[in-house]
């Protein structure tokens, strides 16, 4: 159907290529997976497919659509790829789908039939197709709404709506999942079934393989602007080369090599034993949550032991801080309701995620943030997690209750001021970016402190050193990919040293490295004795990486505590998780075992494991 | 100053809105007298602001483009008007002249008319259905895009704005309640404000033309702007009767 057959394509200005020896295709009713990490090349590749670059660099390869072939060589005389028609057949969705939106348009239904007006398709068919879209792929109860005030899954699903109304036989996608929570991405992933049940061509550009790519048929991944693996999800998943990728790989998958690497697995010795070898450690490697607990099981030395509960401390954290210290930031009674919706006449369009008009957003929150601790705040959407946190610098100010932070009262004291005692990490990072350079962007917080220009100079390259992006430095934020933009934006607060960090969603578009550079700031920042605050949909991550968790149920503090506490309480054996929560994977995969109760980070279920 | 309309013009067509405001403000250019002004505002601008149920909106917009404006008008004209003759009061170079004031009073009265005739069309009509409207008259698809992302851009860019004011002051910009501090602010806030919209521009184009925007051809639309037999009667013996006074008075001014 579509096929990318690249020999190497440089963008103009550049001297690297960006894209190396790369193939990449799809049939009809077929998905494939492009997935790689920061800089990986995927976003280019993609790109490329939906027939945007071919004017912005120079390609050498060739690109097919329909049996139709288009040649490049480099060269002055090479084919002018017709976009509008291209388009008419490859759809394309990228990574920033508000930039998508016609940008006239009132509600979904008229977004959605943007693309029949412009082929002059009468009124009466019109109003079926744009109906029948909706009801296909599951988004109807939208049609009336704003585009303005879609949470981020809604928006996805609209934006892709909007652009396979009119029928194109391809769709390419960057990053479709990226900044979605559990639900959003369960759902997103089957509209994007419905699709291929139509027959369309799916191309998914994603930077690890747990999002679409277990769904694809065929999964390319990119690394350096090569490919460098290519097969089945199955045949990449328990590929041992994927493990030294900067890819987000399979959780169980790599839970199961940790075991092998440990000893006590058959397989342990396996893995540096030559191809065949390998081979048969890969077939044998758990990918799902079923084949993980037959894989487990088969390793216990007796089964139905039971173990005392484990779960690796935060290593050296608490206690490093004297008692006497007090919270970092103190919430007392804080009640906060967000002003009434108003049309989009005055610009103010109903935050994403804001409850519903009438119901308080944060209703009697007292709350302690202790230092020296990471503290996650989880709850389903709309429960109050980013007014919370916003409430910690001032952004918001509560209406009854009163926040103390770093011995400030948020009211009465301008958000510029409480920055100095608050970082804050925005969820979209490109709303945070606005300097010239990535070195001016970590300059300004220190610069706005009253900091002279060669201390501001030398505390950014620290910071920007400490986030792996000291050869960045002298580039513009938004040349950068998604994943070291969100870190360019952690390093402008690293840099100013706050008391607080407060962070919005800090895992959301990191790959592989991003994640793992996080934990190990997060791990830093609270040894040195600062309070670390996430609010997350990642409780996978939060539970191994924080010490506390608080849950906000419909703006109330439902639970609060140290991270084995709250879970167990939250996720008791046997019984469905609360609305909106999916008990971490390996407290579900250790009570499943009957390692009961179960640990939270990979060494302790290893070692429940073997002691079992 | 460009609303974004979600207002209901009750039922009215864009274009019903648009000749009812070209015929009152073509009427008191027309006449030129502050008395025919006084009188269009009261029997005419002063119902529709009520009855458009945004009168509050219209009347803060009108208050910030009016007050300077016409303050300025007054200054000059009352207190520096070379043809002026009979001097009411002379102090130094300041003469105050009768006529100058009324010519004062006169201006006030028609940018009055021309401000509240096109804040309160631009309030109450439907961008959607405005756009429909020319649509359905075959206007160039591209013009007609433009036209309807200005009449919403206000709300987006301060949308963006806020944004990143919020994202400067949680990185250490103090913005207090004075002149100085929030000119400072602002200005800070214009390049990373014009450098995202123009970021958007180049993936929205791309957008756009997938979805068609070049295409050749007519063009339909979904919405369809609200009109009736009554309205269309109205748009035509409007523009033919204005076009009929126009004459007449023109030619009895001339004659005279």
Redesign the interface.
């Known amino acids: 159907m579509i096929s990318l057959d690249c020999a190497g394509f440089t963008y103009h200005g550049a001297v690297q290529p960006a894209l190396g020896r790369v193939r990449i295709q799809a049939a009809a009713g077929s998905a494939t997976a492009v997935v790689g990490g920061a800089g990986s090349g995927k976003t280019t590749a993609a790109r490329l497919l939906a027939g945007?670059l071919t004017g912005a660099g120079r390609l050498v390869g060739a690109l097919r659509l329909d049996g139709a072939e288009l040649r490049f060589d480099g060269g002055a005389d090479d084919p002018s790829l017709d976009?509008?028609r291209w388009?008419e057949v490859v759809?394309?969705v990228?990574q920033?789908p508000?930039?998508?939106?016609?940008?006239?348009?009132?509600?979904v239904?008229?977004e959605l039939?943007?693309?029949?007006?412009?082929?002059?398709?009468?009124?009466e068919r019109?109003?079926v197709q744009?109906r029948h879209t909706a009801e296909l792929l599951g988004i109807a109860e939208l049609l009336p709404k704003s585009p303005?005030q879609l949470s981020g899954g809604e928006l996805q699903k609209t934006v892709i709506a909007?652009?396979v109304i009119?029928g194109p036989r391809v769709l390419v996608l960057d990053e479709p999942m990226s900044g979605l929570d559990a639900e959003a991405r369960k759902s997103l992933a089957q509209l994007l079934d419905v699709l291929l049940g139509e027959g369309l061509a799916l191309v998914v550009a994603e930077q690890g393989l747990q999002g679409y790519a277990p769904r694809a048929a065929q999964v390319a991944v990119l690394d350096g602007g090569k490919l460098v693996l290519e097969g089945s999800w199955r045949e990449v998943a328990a590929s041992d080369r994927l493990a030294r990728l900067p890819v987000n790989g399979n959780p169980y998958a790599e839970l199961a090599r940790q075991a092998a690497g440990l000893g006590g697995v058959g397989a342990g010795g396996a893995r540096a034993a030559g191809p065949e070898a390998a081979a048969l450690e890969a077939a044998a490697l758990p990918l799902t949550e079923s084949e993980a607990l037959r894989f487990f099981a088969g390793l216990r030395p007796a089964a139905g032991v039971r173990v005392r509960p484990v779960r690796a401390a935060a290593p050296g954290l608490a206690g490093s801080v004297p008692a006497h210290d007090g919270p970092a930031a103190t919430l007392r009674g804080v009640t906060f309701r967000y002003p009434p919706p108003a049309?989009?006449?005055?610009?103010?369009?109903r935050r994403r995620s804001e409850p519903a008009a009438g119901r308080p957003a944060l209703d009697g929150v007292c709350l302690d943030i202790p230092r020296g601790r990471r503290t996650a705040v989880i709850g389903a959407n709309g429960a109050g997690k980013t007014t919370l946190l916003r409430h910690l610098?001032g952004?918001a100010v509560p209406q009854e209750g009163t926040v103390d932070v770093g011995g400030l009262r948020t009211a009465g004291h301008?958000?510029?001021?409480l920055?100095?005692c608050?970082?804050?990490l925005?969820q979209?990072a490109?709303?945070?970016?606005?300097?010239r350079t990535v070195q001016r962007e970590v300059e300004?917080?220190?610069r706005?402190?009253g900091a002279s220009k060669a201390e501001a100079a030398e505390r950014a390259a620290a910071a920007l050193e400490r986030c792996g992006l000291g050869a960045v430095a002298g580039e513009h934020p938004?040349e950068l990919s998604f994943s070291d933009r969100r870190l360019v934006a952690l390093a402008?607060?690293l840099a100013?040293g706050p008391d607080v960090l407060a962070l919005d969603e800090p895992t959301v578009a990191l790959d592989k490295a991003g994640l793992s550079l996080l934990a190990g700031l997060m791990r830093e920042e609270a040894a040195a004795g600062r309070a670390v605050v996430m609010v997350t949909h990642d409780l996978d991550f939060a539970v191994a990486q924080c010490d506390d968790l608080v849950l906000l149920r419909d703006g109330r503090l439902a639970d609060r505590g140290p991270v084995l506490d709250v879970v167990q309480r939250l996720f008791p054996a046997g019984e469905q998780p609360p609305e909106g929560l999916t008990a971490p994977l390996l407290w579900k995969l250790a009570e499943q075992l009957d390692l009961q109760p179960a640990a939270l980070t990979s060494e302790a279920f290893l070692a429940a494991l073997r002691s079992s | 100053m460009i609303a974004g309309g979600r207002a209901d013009a009750g039922g009215l067509n864009p274009l019903t809105l648009l000749t009812g405001a070209v015929v009152v403000v073509a009427l008191t250019l027309l006449v030129d007298a502050w008395q025919f002004s006084a009188a269009v505002l009261a029997a005419v601008l002063v119902p529709a602001l009520v009855l458009s149920g945004r009168h509050r909106r219209i009347l803060a917009a009108a208050a910030a483009i009016l007050l300077p404006t016409l303050l300025s008008i007054a200054l000059i004209n009352v207190f520096f008007y070379p043809e002026g003759r009979e001097v009411l009061l002379a102090a130094g170079p300041v003469r105050i002249t009768a006529e100058g004031t009324w010519f004062a009073v006169a201006m006030a009265f028609r940018l009055c008319v021309f401000v509240l005739a096109f804040l309160i069309f631009s309030f109450t009509v439907r961008a959607e259905h405005l756009t429909a409207a020319l649509v359905a008259r075959r206007w160039n698809p591209k013009a007609v895009y433009v036209l309807s992302a200005a009449l919403r851009l206000a709300p987006d860019i301060a949308s963006r704005a806020g944004d990143i004011s919020a994202a400067q002051q949680a990185r250490g910009l103090v913005i207090r309640g004075g002149a100085v501090s929030r000119g400072r602010a602002l200005l800070m806030l214009l390049v990373p404000l014009v450098v995202g919209l123009l970021s958007d521009v180049d993936e929205r184009a791309r957008a756009l033309e997938a979805r068609g925007l070049g295409l050749p051809g007519p063009r339909t639309s979904l919405t369809e702007a609200p009109d009736s037999p009554a309205q269309r009667r109205f748009r035509r013996s409007a523009l033919l009767l204005l076009l009929l006074f126009a004459v007449l008075w023109i030619g009895w001014r001339w004659l005279r």
């Open positions: 945007h976009f509008a388009s759809g394309f990228g920033r508000r930039a998508q939106l016609s940008g006239v348009k009132d509600t239904a008229d039939a943007y693309a029949l007006e412009n082929r002059g398709v009468p009124r019109m109003v744009v303005l909007a652009s009119a049309s989009a006449w005055t610009g103010r369009v610098n952004l301008p958000v510029g001021e920055a100095r608050v970082g804050y925005f979209d490109d709303s945070q970016l606005f300097q300004f917080g220190l706005s402190q938004f402008s607060i100013a």
